[in-house]
């Protein structure tokens, strides 16, 4: 498989290979509010898209229209559960590996 370019790997890309390696669907992750799964999987779409070179305010217009500092304290919720939540981790890490190929 091919490693999928940063410029050309889309919101609804990231979208995608989050709702297959995660278990839900596009519109359980783009509801203003959900349980704490998918609180915590929106946690890893904004990390991602951050990485992807996605601004805040891109990334919360994509979601409904949030407030970019919710996608900021999103974007450090994520870093900081990466490096104390296991399972977090490996959530993250299964999105972010099959993104690479």
């Given amino acids: 498989m091919k ?3 940063k ?4 919101f609804d890309d990231i979208v995608y290979y989050i709702c297959i390696t995660q ?3 596009k519109k359980s992750l783009l509801q203003k509010y959900g349980s704490r799964k998918v609180s915590l999987i929106r946690h890893i779409f904004c990390k991602i898209a951050s990485e992807h070179g996605y601004s805040t305010r891109e990334i919360a217009r ?3 229209n949030r407030d970019h ?3 900021i ?4 919720t994520a870093e ?3 490096k104390t939540d296991v399972e977090f981790e490996l959530n ?8 690479k190929y």
């Fill in 3 to 5: 490693t999928i370019n």
């Fill in 69 to 71: 500092t919710t996608i």
């Fill in 62 to 64: 994509y979601l409904n």
């Fill in 80 to 82: 900081a559960l990466i």
């Fill in 92 to 99: 993250y890490t299964a999105v972010k590996d099959i993104i």
């Fill in 73 to 76: 304290y999103s974007i450090k």
């Fill in 23 to 25: 278990g839900i669907n």
């Fill in 7 to 10: 410029k050309n790997l889309l």
